[in-house]
């Protein structure tokens, strides 16, 4: 059974980067699933789709976080990435990485909480 | 951009009951593209329908989905204890995901 989990650091200054990444197992990255990417919640808020890769490299992105988000595939690793630049307070969530269908998320981390404070 | 809208925001009933969830999108949206998913506290969410009114894999038959146009349903027809969550609607479309705002189901 496919299964993914999140690493990184759990603490992030603001203005600096965000760097997160997921480990699939139980499956190759190159070939369970057409799209890889990331959804974060808001401690007591709503899930927000941050973006989705194709394992072949094709990238969508949200477009209220495109111009800082950086989604990339690691094949040999079977790991895929986020890259989050310049975060604020307004950045601290759920981190989920996920695998999606065309249409809906099929699979999900256990996420991870990342908290930006100086 | 789809804007999808959740109602209620919370519903009280008790186990055994029958709990009708409702999601409003903006403007009409494809059959295709609905999914809905229950997250229980402190866990991910996971994906209950897809495609509006496909189970997914392991999901009891108590849950339906239902709808077309910019109204959908999730119905749970008999609730049991570990069906009291949040439920989120969501739409794909034009490459990009939108979530509700979901709605929480407590117990009475």
């Known amino acids: 059974q496919l299964q993914l ?3 990184g650091p759990g603490l992030v200054k603001p203005s600096e980067t965000l760097a997160l990444t997921c480990t699939v197992s139980g499956g190759s990255i190159s070939s369970s699933s057409p799209y890889w990417g990331w959804i974060r919640q808001s401690p007591g808020k709503g899930l927000e789709w941050i973006g989705s890769m194709y394992y072949s490299g094709s990238t969508y992105l949200n477009p209220s976080l495109k111009s ?8 040999s690793k ?7 630049t ?8 759920v981190y989920y990485c996920a695998r999606f269908t065309g249409a809906a998320v099929v699979s999900w981390g256990q996420g991870t909480l990342v908290t930006v404070s100086s | 951009e789809i804007v999808l809208t959740q109602s209620p925001g919370t519903l ?6 029958r709990a009708t969830l ?3 999108a903006s403007q009409s949206v494809s059959t295709n593209y609905l999914a809905w998913y229950q997250q229980r506290p402190g866990q991910a969410p996971r994906l ?17 989905g239902s709808g077309s146009g910019t109204d959908f349903t999730l119905t749970i027809s008999r609730l049991e204890p570990e069906d009291f969550a949040v439920y989120y609607c969501q739409h794909y479309g034009a490459s990009v995901y939108t979530f509700g705002p979901g709605t929480k189901l407590e117990i009475k």
């Open chain 1, 86 to 93: 310049s975060v604020t307070a307004a950045d601290t969530a």
């Open chain 1, 68 to 75: 800082r988000v950086t989604i990339s595939i690691e094949k």
């Open chain 2, 48 to 64: 209950l329908i897809y495609a509006s009114s496909s189970r997914a894999t392991g999901i009891p038959d108590r849950f339906s």
């Open chain 2, 12 to 17: 009280s009933l008790s186990p055994g009951e």
């Open chain 1, 78 to 84: 079977n790991q895929f990435s986020l890259r989050l």
């Open chain 2, 22 to 24: 409702s999601c409003r």
């Open chain 1, 5 to 7: 989990q999140e690493s």
